[in-house]
Each structure stands twice: as structure tokens, then as C-alpha cells.
């Protein structure tokens, strides 16, 4: 830039001479003056710009140096106050040990007790919550979900209230009273019903017992009675002392027993099969039962005969067979006698074993029958296998449940039949062979009596 300046600068003195000399300027030294000029111009902006950026940069460093010096300020302030925090951090963590050392110490037996108050705050909870003394007896149970919940030892207070409920509850178990509450009747209608509560174990109303609900806080009437449900009308109508059915389950055993089905159901799983096989052996025992007495008629008849065998009575087989040897007695043919006299126990011998074969047929069937319903039960739990699979076996026990009730019913019915046919055969075999003795004895009179 300088070399420039001062080549600019002789030139300018070359043509300034030129000028003097001549005494006139030529045109392109009328440019390079110009261009001298500008150079100038330009020169003394630039120097103004020059001391302008470094005016800027002095101010900027200045500022800089003052951040710089700022930051190096509060960055020891900091070190100095972290080191003031961890000594203070310190101190605390011992102090701390100490605090936890002489609270270990201190707390002792407390912290089995506290263990205990949290455990007994939280079965008591869930025992009234689950009891039908809930329905009954609303308790606050803002201060057994507090004791159960907390972290830090009980107060004196708390301790006292917990055992007032615990001394409530206790009372509360020996309860028997009567009070109007909502029942949900089978109908899933809600209607207000005299409700006798014995304790914490059952609740009932005069038509028997009922069910409760600790989800729902609610009391239903049983689908289904229990066996011992007459205990309940007892209770309500009695003016003294009365025997009642308890369930130390709180109504799990009752449940149970209203689903144990009854002679009648255990009849309806058998279905069309166990029906028929009832009505065979209904049917049978009561013509066994019939064909019993009318042999014991008859054999009553036959001994009276047997009193006056002189004076033969026609209405009875015995007396009978005596008409005929008293009409075929003058026979001269023994022998002819004989066999009249074995035509006549011939003849009575359909109506002493009259309905023997029947009763024998029905005691055979009845079992067959029962096989029968066991096939048919096992090829509809084969059918709901085959459909909906073995996931429930609820839906395979309606056809096992037949299978097994009708081979129950067929052995049911066969036993007492058997029994039956049996007595009725052996009366009529006796009556057989009392007929057969006094054939043979009238035989061998008239045989004594001819020699």
C-alpha cells in the first residue's frame, strides 16, 4: 500500500512539473489526479475504520476481561460453598447414624409391637368387611386402614381405639337379633325383610337362609334351599328357646349343602330311562307285594284245611284235590286214583305260581335298563366332549350324572324285586308241596284201605 502511495506521489510531482513546464495539463493527467484523490479519500476512510475496529476491540476485551473476571468470582464462590455443603453433608450423615442408633435402641420391643398392631389392623379390617355384622353395624374403618398402612409407631390413642374395636367385634359375635334390612329376593327384586342375624355366621328370614355378598355388601335368598332349612320358620315361630343350624363357615357349608341335589333331582338326572326304570319297579313291588298276599291267603286257607280234612272246602287247592278223592275214591284202579289226584295239584299249580315269571322278568330288566341309560349318558358325554371339549367339566356332568343314577336306579329296583320273587317262590313251592304230601298220603289211604 505504501509502494503505491509513493509511486501515486511521483507521478503527481512528474505531472505537476509537466504543467509548470508546458504550461498546460494534458487529459490523462486530469485522471490520475482524480485517482490521486480518491486514493487519499479512501486512505482517510479506511484510517477511520482501522481506529474505529480498534476503538470496538479495546471495549470488547475490556468486557470480556470483566466476564472473565465475574465468572472466576462466583466459580470460587461455588467451590467454597460446596465445600461448605459437604462438610455440612457430612456432619448430617453422622448425625443420621447416631439418630438411627438410638432409635434402634430405644424402640426395642416397640417394633414387634408395631408389627403386631399392623397385622391385627389389617385381619380385623378384612374380617368386618367380609362379616354380615357389616350390614348391621357400620364401623369406622378409617383408623384400621390408617394402623395398617402406617410406618410409624401408634399413638396411645390409637392403641386405645383399636382395642375398643377389637373389644366391639368380640361382643358383636355372640349377636342374635332380628332387623328389617333389603334382601334381594330370587326374582333379583330388592325388598325390605325381617332378617335374623346369629352372629357373624348366618343370616335367615322365615322362608329359610340366605346368602351374603361382601363385594356388594348385600344378602340374597338361596336358589336353593339347604336340608336344614325348616330350622329357619322353627326359629321365627318360636316364643322361647329354639335349636338352630350354625355354620362356623359363615354360610360356605349351607352353599354347599343347597347344591347337593335331593332324592327328586338325582330322579331327574336319570332321565327318560330312570323314569321307566322307577315306574318298572314301582310297578313290580307292588304286584310282588300283592302276589305275597294272596299266597299267604292262600296258604291260610290251605292249613285251615288241613284242621278238617273230613269237611273239604272248595276255596282252597288243598280242599280241592280232597273233592276229587272223595268222588274218585271208589275206584277200584288205585292207579286211575293216582293220576286223578295228579291232575288235580296239575291244575292248582298255575294259580300258586300265578305272576312269578313276571316278577323274575322285571327284576332282570331293571338292571338291563339301568345299562342302557349308563350307554346313553356316556355317548352324550362323548357328544358335549366333541363339541365345547374338556375345558369345563360341567358340561360333561349332566350325562355322567345319568349314566351313574341309572345304573343306580336298576340295582335299586332289582334288589327288592329279587327279594320279593324269592319269598313269593318259596310260599308257593311250600303250598306245592303240601298239595304233593296230602296226594301221596290220600294215595296211600286208599291204598291201605283197598288191601
Known amino acids: 500500500m505504501k509502494a503505491i502511495f509513493v509511486l501515486l506521489t511521483c507521478l503527481i510531482s512528474f505531472?505537476?512539473?509537466?504543467?509548470?513546464?508546458?504550461?498546460?495539463?494534458?487529459?490523462?493527467?486530469?485522471?490520475?489526479?482524480?485517482?490521486?484523490?480518491?486514493?487519499?479519500?479512501?486512505?482517510?476512510?479506511?484510517?477511520?475504520?482501522?481506529?474505529?475496529r480498534k476503538r470496538l476491540y479495546k471495549r470488547d476485551l475490556k468486557e470480556v476481561k470483566s466476564q472473565l473476571a465475574d465468572a472466576q468470582d462466583t466459580l470460587k464462590s461455588a467451590k467454597t460453598e460446596a465445600k461448605k455443603l459437604?462438610?455440612?453433608?457430612?456432619?448430617?450423615?453422622?448425625?443420621?447414624?447416631?439418630?438411627?442408633?438410638?432409635?434402634?435402641?430405644?424402640l426395642g420391643n416397640l417394633g414387634e409391637m408395631f408389627g403386631v398392631v399392623r397385622q391385627v389392623s389389617q385381619d380385623v379390617g378384612a374380617i368386618q368387611e367380609n362379616s354380615i355384622l357389616s350390614l348391621?353395624?357400620?364401623?369406622?374403618?378409617?383408623?384400621?386402614?390408617?394402623?395398617?398402612?402406617?410406618?410409624?409407631l401408634p399413638k396411645i390413642s390409637e392403641l386405645e381405639q383399636l382395642w375398643f374395636i377389637l373389644q366391639g367385634h368380640m361382643t358383636k359375635q355372640s349377636m342374635l337379633v332380628k332387623q328389617n334390612v333389603n334382601v334381594i329376593n330370587q326374582q333379583g327384586v330388592t325388598e325390605e325383610m325381617t332378617v335374623g342375624f346369629v352372629g357373624p355366621f348366618v343370616a335367615l328370614t322365615e322362608n329359610g337362609f340366605l346368602s351374603f355378598d361382601a363385594g356388594t355388601q348385600s344378602l340374597f335368598e338361596m336358589s336353593s334351599q339347604p336340608s336344614v332349612s325348616m330350622a329357619a320358620s322353627d326359629?321365627?315361630?318360636?316364643?322361647?328357646?329354639?335349636?338352630?343350624?350354625?355354620?362356623?363357615?359363615?354360610?360356605?357349608?349351607?352353599?354347599?349343602?343347597?347344591?347337593?341335589p335331593g332324592y327328586l333331582d338325582r330322579l331327574k338326572q336319570g332321565g327318560p330311562v330312570g323314569y321307566i326304570i322307577v315306574l318298572l319297579a314301582v310297578a313290580g313291588f307292588v304286584y310282588?307285594?300283592?302276589?305275597?298276599?294272596?299266597?299267604?291267603?292262600?296258604?291260610?286257607?290251605?292249613?285251615?284245611?288241613?284242621?278238617?280234612?273230613?269237611?273239604?272246602?272248595?276255596?282252597?287247592?288243598?280242599?280241592?284235590?280232597?273233592?276229587v278223592y272223595a268222588n274218585e275214591r271208589e275206584q277200584k284202579d288205585l292207579e286211575i286214583l293216582e293220576m286223578k289226584l295228579d291232575e288235580a295239584v296239575i291244575k292248582e299249580m298255575p294259580a300258586i305260581e300265578k305272576g312269578l315269571s313276571l316278577i323274575k322278568l322285571l327284576?332282570?330288566?331293571?338292571?338291563?335298563?339301568?345299562?342302557?341309560?349308563?350307554?346313553?349318558g356316556m355317548i352324550a358325554t362323548f357328544q358335549s366332549i366333541?363339541?365345547?371339549?374338556?375345558?369345563?367339566?360341567?358340561?360333561?356332568?349332566?350325562?355322567?350324572?345319568?349314566?351313574?343314577?341309572t345304573t343306580v336306579l336298576g340295582l335299586v329296583a332289582a334288589i327288592p324285586l329279587l327279594f320279593i320273587h324269592?319269598?313269593?317262590?318259596?310260599?308257593?313251592?311250600?303250598?306245592?308241596?303240601?298239595?304233593?304230601?296230602?296226594a301221596a298220603g290220600l294215595i296211600a289211604k286208599q291204598a291201605q284201605r283197598d288191601a
Open 363 to 376: 327284576a332282570a330288566v331293571a338292571p338291563l335298563l339301568g345299562l342302557l341309560g349308563t350307554v346313553t
Open 386 to 405: 366333541t363339541v365345547f371339549g374338556t375345558s369345563d367339566p360341567k358340561l360333561m356332568a349332566s350325562g355322567i350324572s345319568q349314566a351313574l343314577i
Open 422 to 438: 324269592n319269598v313269593v317262590t318259596s310260599r308257593s313251592k311250600a303250598l306245592v308241596q303240601i298239595l304233593d304230601q296230602q
Open 235 to 260: 326359629y321365627f315361630a318360636a316364643t322361647g328357646y329354639e335349636g338352630l343350624t350354625l355354620d362356623p363357615t359363615r354360610g360356605t357349608l349351607l352353599a354347599i349343602d343347597s347344591q347337593s
Open 136 to 152: 348391621i353395624s357400620q364401623q369406622d374403618a378409617t383408623l384400621l386402614n390408617t394402623l395398617s398402612k402406617s410406618k410409624a
Open 15 to 52: 505531472q505537476v512539473w509537466s504543467v509548470n513546464s508546458a504550461g498546460e495539463v494534458p487529459a490523462n493527467e486530469v485522471y490520475l489526479l482524480d485517482l490521486l484523490k480518491k486514493v487519499q479519500e479512501d486512505r482517510a476512510s479506511q484510517v477511520l475504520l482501522e481506529d474505529e
Open 288 to 323: 310282588g307285594l300283592y302276589l305275597l298276599i294272596e299266597k299267604l291267603q292262600m296258604s291260610n286257607r290251605v292249613n285251615d284245611q288241613l284242621e278238617n280234612v273230613d269237611k273239604p272246602d272248595t276255596n282252597n287247592p288243598l280242599g280241592r284235590i280232597i273233592s
Open 86 to 106: 459437604k462438610g455440612q453433608f457430612d456432619e448430617n450423615e453422622e448425625d443420621l447414624a447416631e439418630l438411627e442408633e438410638e432409635l434402634t435402641q430405644n
